[in-house]
């Protein structure tokens, strides 16, 4: 069974269990109690009480509870959440998982096991929206990364992360179940993609990522391939094998092939390529030590890939789909690329290295080009933490994206609205290429600090098709792949940030 880590689970009912500790109500702004009709008349009487004391409004961001007496008696009580979307007609689906993030924390601090939810019967968001976006807030708000905790925790702490929360969502809306299972499949698939990007560099090298891959082929059904060392050498990936050279575990090109179901067999797939350093010192161009740990979230790009190929696989979209993780670990010594090394990418464009901390663009030039030369996608979306550049320019809510096509930059700007996931498009063309022009090769792989999430999307276009011929877009997630603290319905760590745009927008193509 893949790895979540994730302390909720999330089913579906027509009515409240008799046996659960909690009840939960999502409210918007201006919301009545005698509205919440899955509740009973006591629960109900205490959701009035926490709005009419206000104590509670419905604002976003707001939970409180109260205490009534459980239905089934014997003593026992029961809480009554209230939880805060904001107004009723600003409303969106986004805003219900970040209230469902909330309300995880909360019932995890709580010590809260078994808890029903009903829908916030919103106009603007409907009941199958809303359950999903519950199921899968819950699931992202219960993420903790726990696999290496050890002796040194407490005991009580240790009993409390191997309990699941059970969450039952209630309503007797007919089409809400199958939203649930979208939600739990697109929730976990990205929890997966965060645990394997959280696990640090003495764990994860590229073989091991590769094995990482193979065991989720296995598990899901995608045909798997992974390049060597050898097999790059003959293929003529420079790009990956310096990248790769002076670490003691040598690269690996991860290949994924998902084929969907009454999809024509012969149909061009849809590409997407994920940078996937497992540990990044800088090489020759070290970084400073301050937050190089933080370096094991390079491999983020490609851990969204794992994420995508994972959810689309459970969820059968009739979508033909290859997702590749171009993967290496970038360590200073004897063997590693220099600054001034000459090096030739698969499809034949020269690179002068003048930084070797500028590595995830040479392994992704190598994939691209590898990628739409074997697979003639339709179109490409690569993912990478590829530019400190895009965070001074946009900040940690929002990624940066390059394309040279319009429509299908219109297609991942939509999906990304429709996950909640915020990405501004920046330009790339003549001007930014002309910025990495070479003296001795083709192209620099680094011009400096000025625009530099654009010349490393610039540096990335050589390695598409120079005609356009095949639509592009490139995502440089170093801002949102991970965060140093609580926000939203993530905790500190990796995010798996893009594994719900990619989702939708390869549904979007179904």
């Known amino acids: 069974m893949l790895p979540t880590n994730s302390a909720v689970k999330v089913s579906f009912s027509k009515s409240i269990p008799t046996d659960v500790n909690a009840v939960v109500a999502f409210v918007a702004q201006g919301a009545k109690a005698g509205a919440l009709k899955e509740l009973s008349a006591k629960e109900r009487s205490a959701v009035g009480r926490l709005l009419a004391a206000e104590v509670v409004s419905g604002k976003a961001g707001e939970l409180m509870f109260d205490l009534v007496d459980a239905e089934n008696g014997k003593g026992k009580l ?54 999903e976006a519950i199921a899968s807030g819950l699931l992202l708000g219960g993420f903790r990364f726990s696999e290496f905790k050890g002796a040194g925790q407490k005991k009580e702490d240790e009993s409390a992360l191997a309990k699941a929360i059970e969450v039952t969502i209630v309503t007797d809306a007919s089409n809400v179940g199958k939203a649930v ?46 390049l060597d060392e050898k097999e790059m050498k003959r293929l003529g990936m420079g790009g990956i094998l310096a990248v790769g050279g002076g670490s003691a575990t040598p690269p690996r090109m991860i290949v994924l092939e998902y084929r969907g179901p009454k999809s024509k067999g012969a149909a061009k797939p849809l590409l997407v390529v994920g940078k996937s350093i497992t540990f990044d010192t800088g090489g020759i161009s070290i ?57 030739t990418l698969y499809n034949g464009v020269t690179v002068e290295v003048t930084n070797t901390d500028a590595e995830g663009r040479l392994v992704l030039g190598d994939a691209l080009s590898w990628g739409i030369e074997t697979f003639k996608p339709s ?92 639509p592009w877009v490139h ?20 995010t798996g940030w893009g594994v719900r745009t990619l989702v939708e927008w390869v549904n979007s193509k179904a």
């Open 475 to 494: 995502l440089d997630i170093a801002g949102v792949a991970d965060i140093d603290k609580e926000w939203l319905y993530y905790t500190k760590g990796a």
């Open 181 to 226: 299972e979208r939600g739990v499949i697109i929730a976990n698939a990205q929890n997966y993609a965060r645990t394997i990007a959280s696990r640090p560099g003495n764990v994860i090298n590229p073989p091991a990522l590769a094995k990482v891959a193979q065991e989720l082929a296995k598990e899901v059904g995608l045909k798997c391939r992974v």
């Open 287 to 343: 970084k400073p030590a301050d937050k190089m740990g933080e370096m094991v979230f390079d491999k983020c790009g490609g851990m969204a890939v794992l994420g995508l190929m994972c959810a689309i696989a459970k969820l059968k979209l009739p979508v033909n789909v290859v997702g590749i993780l171009s993967s290496a670990e970038n360590m200073p010594g004897s063997r590693a690329y220099r600054p001034g090394d000459l090096l």
């Open 379 to 470: 179109a490409v979306v690569d993912l990478a933490t590829l530019t400190g550049g895009v965070v001074v320019a946009l900040g940690t809510t929002m990624a940066g994206a390059m394309s040279n096509n319009d429509a299908l930059m219109k297609e991942i700007q939509a999906a990304a609205d429709v996950a909640g996931e915020n990405i501004w498009r920046l330009p790339v063309g003549d001007d930014q290429r002309d910025q990495i022009k070479s003296h001795f090769a083709d192209i620099i792989n680094a011009a400096g600090r000025q625009a530099s999430a654009l010349t490393a999307g610039a540096f990335l276009s050589y390695f598409v098709p120079r005609d356009d011929s095949v």
């Open 78 to 131: 029961r809480r009554v959440y209230v939880v805060g979307v904001g107004p009723a007609e600003k409303a969106t689906g986004e805003r219900v998982r970040q209230a469902a993030g909330k309300l995880a924390r909360a019932l995890r601090k709580h010590r809260m096991q078994r808890v029903a939810v009903t829908l916030p019967g919103l106009k603007t968001v409907d009941d199958a929206a809303a359950a």
